[in-house]
């Protein structure tokens, strides 16, 4: 029965953690399979602090805990070794503090005059384990959930040195417990100052935990901020750019005009012909009524044209007017770049299409964005996530909502923006 009580609390304690993460397809069958592999493990703990071993075989013990604890998290989620660490800590300090958590109980609880019964005997045993799976759920719910960021733990090496050091310190704090209350000294003795000890550990090891994630939120709204204003300023060098390959254009399409008057023979002629549809193919300005829409949908055009991506447009840019030009641009752009980026990865002619829709419904501007999914292994994907952070923050400026979706092997943006307030 003990043995099935420690096992069953390291279980509850990987689960509060392991559910809010992203987990591998299989993850029922695997972790069908850790809560079988966890079982001689439990029975080494058991027998560790049963006092059976010496002082050092404790520590190796709890060091053959913890990186099963790691192991088994890495089989069971999508992270990375680091964090598959940093979460192993966090699962053994949880299932060592909720059983210290029931010996206060039962302390405080015999000081209260309840009668003095065996820490082995049957009834006690249920009530820690329900005790213990009580304290796993409010885990799972309240700091479980808190702490990783879109489904996972980004860990570094100061971060994990860190976090290893408060573990260490906590279980030794743990053993000179366990160590006081079986040589005969009073609870209220050794209790107090280990506990405290203990609870400064877990505290720090939080703390640390958010503050490495507001670190690296400053650094990637900072990123986010950097390439928000470079592609603000990006609009009026894309809108020279556009106005110059105009110009040229119509300046080739005279002077090819000029050179038929001529009337050259056949292969000049053909010549001409290819010229001819080079310069309508690169003059093919968009015209959707707003210039700002008209420039960055022409120069992705070109870009898609030499991808040889095809990209179908509908845009009525008029229900765009009260946008400021930088934040449209900025908004249309990265749309678009993580679309084109994902289209070029596709082998097959047919897959690379993105179908871009701007139009008007009920007072809102509608924009639709569809696209291939960005495959799984690609190098891309960083970028794609700050491609779409930046397309956010443009949306969320002017009070809209931008939702993402999967359709298949399709990956579909929508934004819907209210009317300005003026209107």
Not at 326 to 348: I, K, P, R, T
Request: net charge positive; hydrophobic share 45%.
């Amino acid at each position: 029965m003990t043995l099935a009580v420690c096992a069953g609390g390291l279980l509850a304690a990987q689960l509060a953690y392991w559910l809010p993460l992203k987990r591998r397809p299989d993850f029922a069958r695997r972790a069908a399979l850790n809560a079988v592999a966890m079982l001689p493990f439990a029975q080494l703990m058991v027998w560790g602090n049963s006092g059976h071993g010496s002082t050092w075989l404790l520590l190796v013990i709890y060091g053959i805990t913890f990186a099963y604890a790691a192991v088994s998290t890495h089989l069971c989620t999508k992270m990375d070794w680091p964090a598959s660490a940093y979460c192993g800590i966090w699962i053994v300090l949880t299932s060592e503090s909720l059983y210290e958590l029931w010996r206060v109980v039962l302390w405080l609880a015999e000081a209260l005059g309840m009668q003095h019964t065996a820490l082995d005997s049957t009834p006690l045993l249920l009530g820690q384990l329900a005790f213990t799976v009580a304290g796993c759920v409010i885990v799972r719910y309240t700091m479980a959930r808190a702490m990783p960021e879109d489904g996972g733990y980004r860990i570094g090496p100061r971060q994990l040195g860190s976090a290893g050091l408060l573990g260490a310190i906590f279980v030794f704090q743990f053993f000179a417990l366990q160590t006081s209350l079986r040589i005969g000294l009073r609870p209220s003795a050794v209790v107090t100052p280990s506990l405290l000890t203990q609870l400064y550990c877990l505290t720090l090891l939080y703390l640390q935990t958010e503050l490495f994630k507001k670190s690296a939120m400053q650094k990637e709204m900072e990123t986010l901020n950097l390439l928000y204003d470079r592609q603000r300023k990006q609009y009026q060098i894309a809108r020279r750019n556009v106005q110059i390959i105009n110009r040229k254009c119509h300046e080739l399409k005279v002077q090819i005009a000029d050179l038929r008057r001529l009337q050259p023979d056949e292969a000049t002629v053909r010549s001409l012909d290819e010229a001819e549809q080079a310069a309508r193919m690169y003059d093919a300005n968009a015209a959707t009524g707003n210039e700002v829409l008209d420039v960055v949908l022409t120069e992705k055009s070109l870009l898609c044209e030499s991808q040889r991506i095809r990209l179908n447009c509908v845009a009525d840019g008029i229900c765009l007017a009260y946008v400021e030009p930088g934040d449209l641009y900025a908004l249309f752009s990265n749309l678009l770049d993580q679309a084109v980026d994902a289209a070029v990865q596709q082998q097959e002619t047919d897959h690379r299409m993105i179908d871009l829709l701007v139009c008007k419904r009920q007072g809102f501007a509608v924009i639709n964005v569809i696209g291939p999914v960005l495959p799984a292994q690609s190098e891309h994907g960083r970028r794609h996530n700050y491609e779409l952070k930046v397309a956010r923050r443009v949306v969320q400026k002017y009070n809209g909502t931008m939702s993402t979706e999967l359709r298949g092997a399709l990956f579909a943006v929508k934004i819907v923006l209210p009317p300005p307030k003026t209107e």
